[in-house]
């Protein structure tokens, strides 16, 4: 059964950084491409970066410059660096894992941050 866990949310105040990591098993972790999602309270689910199984990235607009992800096919991890935080980040960030037309989601991790 493929899984995906995410780790590393929580509460931080603005201005301050979260690495947030997604573990897959079960799934021929290198073909997918993986993203990472939020969805805030009363809104809807929004892609916050994406990396493809070829390394090639691409990042909302609203994160751009402060956020970095990356992936470690050994470790089949995916891990989303968020500096510079703001009140308007806080969100459940989902981890999905993406192949044709299998997707498969992680529960999702709380980040909080606080003004």
């Known amino acids: 059964q493929v899984q995906l866990v995410e780790s590393g949310g929580g509460l931080v105040q603005a201005g301050g950084s979260l690495r947030l990591s997604c573990a897959a098993s079960?799934?021929?972790?290198?073909?997918?491409?993986m993203a990472w999602h939020r969805q805030a309270p009363g809104k809807q689910r929004e892609l916050v970066a994406a990396i493809t199984s070829s390394g090639s990235i691409n990042y909302a607009d609203s994160v751009k410059g402060r956020a970095t992800i990356s992936r470690d096919n050994a470790k089949n991890t995916v891990y989303l660096q968020m500096n510079s935080l703001k009140p308007e980040d806080t969100a459940v960030y989902y981890c999905?894992?993406?192949?044709?037309?299998?997707?498969?989601w992680g529960q999702g991790t709380q980040v909080t941050v606080s003004s």
């Open positions: 999905a894992a993406k192949y044709g037309l299998k997707v498969y």
């Open positions: 079960e799934i021929i972790f290198s073909i997918y491409h």
